[in-house]
């Protein structure tokens, strides 16, 4: 038997899909809502003013009385604003 003789059946050529390029990709909203700016800034001052009232009025006013808790009041305003700053994006 020579080479010739043998027959090697061909392979078929697959059919390949028309290329389909990846869909877009969506740009991903990166930031806050925009009430988070304005609520932060708010409350810095909001802070500063209630602590600087209470020192002003000779420890008369926002609230009499509680005394001294006033500035606690002032100092966890201002916090409660600079503690957002740090998710502020």
Known sequence: MSKESVLVPESKGRSKPAFTPPP??????????????????????????????????????PIPQIGRWNLG???GLMLSGFAMTTRWR
């Open 24 to 61: 877009a990709a969506q740009k991903v909203k990166v930031g806050n809502p925009q009430w988070f700016v304005p609520l932060m800034c708010g409350l810095m001052v909001l802070g500063l003013l209630w602590t600087a009232t209470f020192y002003i009025s000779g420890q008369q006013w």
């Open 73 to 75: 009041i002032g100092f």
